[in-house]
């Protein structure tokens, strides 16, 4: 008789602007347990603790039984961006460049707008301080900062208040020497952290080095005492893991190199969303899809073509518009490529000054929420237009722990309703329909971008609200599948579990492509390689399990932008230089259509991505072996030129393998709920994930 598997218990969180998701996986069984709480924007541990003991309390789990790294994704760095609840930081620049986080890159993203506005820095111009030292662009020391102005500027800094510095000299990507010198006087100094652009960014072009370092800065306190608090709950609460933290890049690392480049935090949530949808790609055969995510704040949409999310290198937080590009900050860390769009349960609509229904991007959040929270909001949400249409049950939200008002939902869209003449019915179908309209522009836009076509592919509908609006979306976009997974609602929460422990990580050194010094080229990378693998290792990586996985961004010799091109893996540079040419003419020529012969090729930033393989995780649900009837039915109202149709609702616990149904339909779990329109057909799979098929019209 063999002895059953010991459990091994993995704990994931993810911080969302409106819930706080936790997700316990047993790596040995399979088994999934998943709880879902609102979030505490004010104190987000309050919420963290919360969801974290409700679960444990679920799974009949104890804190001590969790030994392995506790992976955690969060949207606080975004969310201190995007609402200036930051830290007070200073910046230490170059005599004569302390204007640069002012002037920016003097691009205007909006050329007829005379009011153009930009978001303010995170540092302002009074805490901009310059110190004498030059480096140039070739890495030559011409002048170190003098040891009298160095104290000197310690006792300013400290006269200012600050509570971290950020340290931005000119030219320091292809030196950092000077900064280094500055910020270990002022670390011994002052006591407070300090981050120097040669660790954060050290890539060419001022702005966006400057303002990467300046964010950075900015959120090192907040970051810091949240990770320092968390982790001294979960010493006192008996968990055995440290704490493993998403990165915007899609892997992880250790919790002290997180709060030393919070930056690289910025896009946590949503990144790991995007690995659970690469997850799902193979698990379910597909090469491409479109991961859909929709929480209580915002949507994302990213593309998974070859099994993998695109990665990019420049994400811009906190636009002054959403959807204008340029009216935000260029931060330079590698993040994974989607979209985002002001479309989440909470997302208020109203009436614009020519008379309009509009819908987000403003959102109710957490606090108060949507109006059916009964937590005072006057605003009608997405969410409450979801609920008057019929598409929730206000008894049955999460599980019935947290019934909905129905009588404060109307009112609220009542005061919309008003001046557009309509009944409070006929607005939250208009409701519905404009903010799915606003998901499938945004995802055939960012589609559009990559060159890609949305028309026929699969989409993974996931978030609290995904399921909800999926099939509405679908059929905007023209895709004929939508794919439920389990546990749709915390799925960002299981892609942490999933994704590898990785760091990419980048330099400038400007050189002919044909022709670089092998060495010169090989120094380089030696110090990534270094850095990388001093990363890996404080996340508890093996130093054996380490890969290393190379790139360059290059251009034509004159040419103001670059492409990255990816070369290969392995201990060391993998191509030769006509390899290296040959893949830079074949991604030019796929992005612009031609290459330009006869023209010298520059290699512009190094590239070089440490990771350590994901182990094997495979989640089980266990199905019913009977197939599941309706609990009831409830009146739905699907489009906002249709009228009231009885639809059944099934629980999803109760469904078995195999069974199919048609639309219209409900199919409810405690943290979602999936809306399946007229016209489509479902069929649960083997692992409990509902493939929903439109049919032909």
């Not at 110190?131 to 662009?137: L, M, S, V």
């Not at 959403?322 to 609509?349: H, M, N, T, W, Y």
């Not at 670089?516 to 030696?526: K, N, S, Y």
């Not at 850095?531 to 996340?539: P, S, T």
Request: hydrophobic fraction near 45%; aromatic fraction near 6%.
């Amino acid at each position: 008789m063999t002895s059953p598997t010991a459990a091994d218990w993995r704990l994931a969180v993810d911080i969302g602007g409106t819930f706080t998701d936790v997700v316990l996986l047993d790596a040995a069984s399979g088994r999934v347990v998943v709880d879902k709480t609102l979030t505490t924007p004010a104190a987000p541990l309050d919420g963290v603790r919360t969801g974290v003991r409700q679960l444990l309390a679920k799974a009949g789990v104890c804190a001590a039984d969790i030994t392995a790294p506790i992976v955690h994704a969060t949207t606080l760095i975004t969310n201190a961006l995007i609402e200036g609840k930051i830290g007070r930081a200073a910046v230490v620049t170059t005599a004569g460049f302390g204007d640069t986080l002012e002037i920016r890159s003097e691009h205007r993203y909006d050329m007829y707008d005379l009011q153009i506005e930009f978001p303010a820095p995170p540092v302002p111009r009074d805490r901009v301080f310059e110190i004498a030292e030059r480096t140039t662009a070739t890495g030559l020391v011409e002048a170190v900062p003098d040891p009298a102005d160095l104290e000197e500027l310690a006792g300013r800094l400290h006269a200012a208040g600050v509570e971290s510095v950020g340290v931005c000299l000119i030219n320091a990507y292809a030196n950092p020497a000077n900064e280094r010198a500055v910020a270990a006087h002022l670390e011994a100094a002052l006591g407070v952290p300090v981050c120097v652009s040669a660790e954060i960014s050290p890539q060419i072009r001022e702005y966006p080095r400057m303002i990467t370092t300046a964010c950075n800065a900015a959120t090192m306190p907040v970051i810091g005492p949240y990770l320092e608090e968390l982790q001294k709950w979960l010493a006192a609460e008996g968990f055995g893991g440290s704490v493993l933290m998403m990165l915007s890049n899609g892997g992880v690392v250790s919790a002290d190199d997180a709060a030393r480049a919070p930056i690289r935090l910025v896009e946590s949530g949503p990144a790991a969303g995007a690995l659970a949808g690469s997850f799902f790609a193979r698990r379910l055969g597909e090469d491409r899809l479109l991961c859909f995510d929709m929480g209580g704040t915002t949507a994302k949409a990213c593309l998974i073509e070859h099994g993998e999310p695109d990665l990019t290198n420049i994400f811009e937080v906190a636009r002054i518009y959403r959807f204008k590009k340029g009216s935000g900050f260029p931060v330079s860390v590698p993040s994974v490529d989607l979209v985002e769009i002001g479309a989440g349960g909470g997302s208020q609509a109203r009436v614009d000054d020519l008379g309009l229904l509009k819908v987000g991007p403003e959102s109710a959040g957490a606090d108060p929420g949507p109006a059916c929270y009964g937590r005072g909001a006057a605003k009608p949400a997405v969410t409450d237009a979801d609920l008057t249409l019929g598409l929730l049950d206000a008894g049955f939200f999460l599980g019935g722990d947290m019934p909905l008002d129905l009588h404060a939902c109307r009112a609220a869209l009542g005061t919309v309703a008003a001046p557009l003449g309509l009944g409070a019915d006929d607005v939250a179908a208009g409701i519905h329909e404009l903010v799915n309209q606003n998901m499938a522009a945004a995802a055939r836009m960012h589609a559009v971008e990559q060159g890609a076509d949305l028309r026929g592919i699969t989409v993974l509908a996931f978030g609290g609200a995904g399921p909800v609006h999926a099939c509405g979306v679908a059929e905007l976009l023209e895709s004929p599948r939508v794919v439920f997974p389990v546990n749709a609602s915390v799925l960002s929460a299981f892609g942490t579990l999933v994704t590898p422990v990785r760091i990419d990580l980048a330099r400038s050194m400007v050189r002919p492509l044909i022709g670089v010094d092998p060495a010169e080229r090989d120094r380089l990378l030696d110090e990534l390689r270094a850095e990388g693998r001093r990363v890996l290792v404080a996340a508890g990586v093996d130093e054996e399990r380490i890969r290393f996985r190379y790139g360059v961004d290059a251009r034509y010799a004159g040419q103001g932008n670059e492409i990255t091109i990816w070369v290969g893996e392995g201990a060391a540079w993998p191509a030769d230089d006509a390899a290296v040419r040959r893949r830079f003419e074949d991604d030019y020529r796929r992005i612009y259509g031609l290459t330009i012969p006869d023209v010298a090729v520059e290699a512009v930033t190094w590239r070089l991505s440490a990771y350590a393989p994901a182990g094997d995780v495979e989640p089980r649900a266990t199905l019913p072996a009977a197939a599941g009837s309706p609990a009831g039915t409830r009146p739905v109202r699907f489009a906002r030129s249709g009228g009231v149709q009885d639809t059944p609702v099934y629980r999803r616990a109760e469904l078995g393998a195999g069974q199919s149904f048609d639309g219209p339909a409900i199919v409810e779990e405690r943290e979602t709920t999936a809306v399946i329109r007229p016209g489509w057909r479902v069929t649960v799979a083997d692992d409990g994930s509902l493939i929903c098929e439109r049919g032909q019209r």
